[in-house]
């Protein structure tokens, strides 16, 4: 593995704040690419190379033994039996030596956090490649994303929802990092693996159909915690060839949530009147005027009535004072003015949203 040298430089420091003595890091190659002594950076230390090659400790007694060297004991770090760097420490032999220990393990330690970080890296980018070929309908083959899951060692769950948090607008971008340790601290306590970041403003995460069920109060209550910070989305439950059709029914919420004195929604709560109401203002109007508008108040009203009443005839007639063959008639002449017969289902399904959406 490489190592930059910003983490070189780290590893020194860290070394010579416990031991106090010059300390170089030299990489495969022999070069210094980290010292407490500047000057050296960038030059060929022979005795560091030679540690290298053999795998073992060199020791440098005088100033002329190795090429590029001064008194010291060089210190091959292995990870997983293969040299990658070596330290050395410069002094007297017998004073430095007794901190070979201290450096290699110091070494080890800052080196597998390293490869800890780049392997969840790693991780989370296959996840965000994930959630997003699901979410944007851009998944190509199935049996990989399966694959990929299992060599994350996240079992696939027969149906997923969408889980959608929107910043609020009036949250501050430059504080980004403090919510997002909110919000992924919450994705740790639910055990939920499957979550990304999109910019500006988004997270989203896929839950499965267990933790849908059984952690939704834990969720409603954090966002009750930052309900002035956030808004929160929850798509219905599908499996994750359909996870676009739970993307957009979260997106559906978090518009609703706009005229809601809530912050978050989840899809499968929505009524009928819910969904209506999350519709632009301009395309309520269109939809109203092209199906009612060739009707009067009253005739309107009978028809409200009418369709509340789960178009029961007798019923609606009752109520409206009326002998039944006069509802008949007003009936017949709502479907000539309209197009749309009432006593027909999917007729009456047009004119009950447009009632609901006049309303």
């Not at 006069?326 to 447009?354: C, S, W």
Request: glycine residues 4%; contains cysteine; charged residues 20%.
């Amino acid at each position: 593995m490489k190592i930059s040298k910003n983490l070189a430089g780290q590893i020194v420091n860290a070394i010579h704040e416990v031991c106090g003595c010059p300390i170089n890091f030299i990489n495969r190659n022999g070069i210094i690419i980290a010292s407490t002594d500047t000057s050296r950076i960038d030059s060929f230390h022979a005795a560091g190379y030679h540690a290298i090659i053999t795998q073992n400790t060199v020791i440098v007694e005088d100033d002329t033994t190795y090429t590029g060297t001064k008194e010291g004991v060089n210190y091959p770090i292995l990870i997983d039996h293969i040299p990658i760097a070596v330290i050395g420490i410069t002094g007297p032999v017998s004073e430095v030596s007794r901190y070979g220990f201290l450096a290699t393990k110091v070494t080890e330690i800052f080196i597998k956090e390293q490869q800890l970080n780049k392997r969840n890296e790693s991780c989370q980018q296959q996840i965000s490649y994930i959630i997003k070929s699901c979410i944007y309908n851009e998944l190509e083959d199935f049996e990989v994303l399966k694959d990929t899951l299992q060599n994350l060692s996240i079992p696939v769950s027969p149906q997923y929802a969408v889980l959608l948090f929107k910043l609020h607008k009036r949250y501050n971008p430059n504080n980004i990092k403090m919510i997002e340790h909110e919000i992924t601290n919450l994705f740790d306590r639910l055990s939920i693996k499957l979550y990304t970041y999109i910019y500006p403003n988004e997270f989203v995460a896929l839950i499965d159909e267990d933790s849908y069920y059984n952690k939704r109060e834990a969720l409603e209550k954090f966002c009750s915690v930052y309900r002035q910070l956030l808004f929160l989305g929850v798509g219905n439950l599908a499996p994750l060839s359909l996870m676009s059709n739970s993307y957009a029914h979260a997106k559906i919420a978090l518009k609703y949530l706009a005229q809601s004195p809530h912050n978050y929604q989840f899809y499968e709560d929505f009524t009928i009147e819910m969904i209506l109401g999350s519709m632009p203002d301009s395309l309520k109007q269109r939809y109203v005027e092209k199906i009612l508008s060739q009707l009067t108040d009253e005739e309107i009203s009978l028809l409200s009535l009418y369709l509340r009443n789960e178009c029961n005839l007798k019923q609606t007639a009752n109520d409206m004072f009326l002998h039944v063959n006069t509802m008949q008639y007003k009936l017949e002449k709502i479907t000539t003015k309209t197009g749309f017969n009432p006593r027909h289902f999917k007729d009456a399904v047009v004119l009950y949203l447009a009632v609901l959406l006049r309303e």
